[in-house]
């Protein structure tokens, strides 16, 4: 039977030789798509959950009246006295909602404002998304400023 990790392109470490995070990162990024040509700057999975701090330093809302606002999770309206928790992009859930929801994945259920997480690779993974865009972004003004 092939061991695993030859499978996998890993080999032992030699004597002296220290392992190298880093390449263990890029393989990761790799894996993800994010060094190719055709980088779509897609995530192939659910986001990881948001960080806990992030998630303990959301506003917290004790509804004082009724209005006229559904929770986007459970479509229920909020009533007096519900408890709600605001994201930074303002959209607002009951707590027994938005927070099961963060455990599970990073974003607003309704806008997909994205919350910082505490998984090292997808935080990679925005970074060199972000990257990419202003790489974009560079060449096109680069572009209109050369041919404008
Ligand atoms: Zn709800
Ligand atoms: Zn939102």
Redesign the pocket.
């Known amino acids: 039977m092939a061991d695993y990790y030859q499978e996998m392109g890993w080999r032992e470490l030699e004597d002296g030789e220290q392992p190298n995070h880093l390449l263990h990162m890029a393989r990761f990024l790799i894996d993800c798509g994010l060094y190719e040509d055709n980088f779509t700057g897609e995530w192939p999975r659910l986001p990881p959950p948001a960080a806990k701090e992030a998630v303990n330093n959301l506003k917290e809302i004790t509804i004082e009246d009724e209005f006229d606002k559904?929770?986007?999770?459970?479509?229920?309206k909020?009533h007096m006295n519900d408890k709600a928790k605001e994201m930074p992009c303002q959209h607002l859930?009951?707590e027994?909602?938005?927070i099961p929801w963060l455990n599970q994945t990073n974003s607003c259920p309704f806008c997909r404002y994205e919350l910082p997480t505490d998984d090292e690779g997808y935080e990679a993974f925005k970074k060199e998304k972000k990257r990419a865009e202003q790489r974009k972004e560079d060449l096109e003004n680069l572009h209109n400023s050369m041919f404008s």
């Open positions: 559904n929770c986007p999770i459970c479509l229920k909020f859930f009951h027994k909602c938005i």
